[in-house]
Structure formats: structure tokens, C-alpha cells
Nanobody
Framework: VQLQASGGGLVQAGDSLRLSCAASGLIFSRYAMGWFRQAPGKEREFVAAITRSGGNTYYADSVKGRFTISRDNAKNTVYLQMNSLKPEDTAVYFC???????????????WGQGTQVTVSS
């Protein structure tokens, strides 16, 4: 199983980014997908999750209204559209596949390698 996250970068506060996570080696439509992030010196935290069909989404309070998670099961890809970025969004962002939403990190079975998002003020 491989989850390949991409789309991170260095942006200014207020800018937008779209992260992508391409999955292979699993039946993508059978898994809920989540995005987590980890800032230096902090624990990995939940950002957003989406059910297998995409019919339900879940967000951390800190990103609600600014971030949107979506998926394309035909492309085996999950996305995270991030708008109105803030310096406190700076972290390594990870995608993950699991069976429980929104779930804790331990509920997710497969993880991508992470993509760095840096937001300057």
C-alpha cells in the first residue's frame, strides 16, 4: 500500500493550497480517508476526514470553514483544499486510510509520507 501526498509548499498568510494524496495497492473506495498534521514539537493532530463514499466529512474546529476535504474514487485520490491559511497551519500534513471516521491516528491503518506546509505571516 502506498499513499503519496503532494501539494505542500511555502505560502503567505491568507493564501490557498490544495493537497493531494494518491493511493495505490488498496481498494480505495473501501477506506475512509483522513488528513492529519504535525507541527514541530507537537503531537499529530486530526485535520479532516471523509467517509468511503464521500457522503460525510469531518473537520477539526481549527480548520472548519477554511479547509475542504474531498475524494475521487475513480482516481484513488483524496484532496485537502486549504484556504485562508494562517501561520498556525504550518506543519507536515499526512494522509491516512482507515475504517473509522473521524478517528484518532491509531485508527488509521496506512499513512503517507507527509508534505510540508509552511505559512509565513
Amino acid at each position: 500500500v502506498q499513499l503519496q501526498a503532494s501539494g505542500g509548499g511555502l505560502v503567505q498568510a491568507g493564501d490557498s493550497l490544495r493537497l493531494s494524496c494518491a493511493a495505490s495497492g488498496l481498494i480505495f473506495s473501501r477506506y475512509a480517508m483522513g488528513w492529519f498534521r504535525q507541527a514541530p514539537g507537537k503531537e499529530r493532530e486530526f485535520v479532516a476526514a471523509i467517509t468511503r463514499s464521500g457522503g460525510n466529512t469531518y473537520y477539526a474546529d481549527s480548520v472548519k470553514g477554511r479547509f475542504t476535504i474531498s475524494r475521487d474514487n475513480a482516481k484513488n485520490t483524496v484532496y485537502l483544499q486549504m484556504n485562508s491559511l494562517k501561520p498556525e497551519d504550518t506543519a507536515v500534513y499526512f494522509c491516512a486510510a482507515g475504517m473509522v471516521v473521524p478517528g484518532k491516528p491509531s485508527d488509521y491503518m496506512y499513512w503517507g509520507q507527509g508534505t510540508q506546509v509552511t505559512v509565513s505571516s
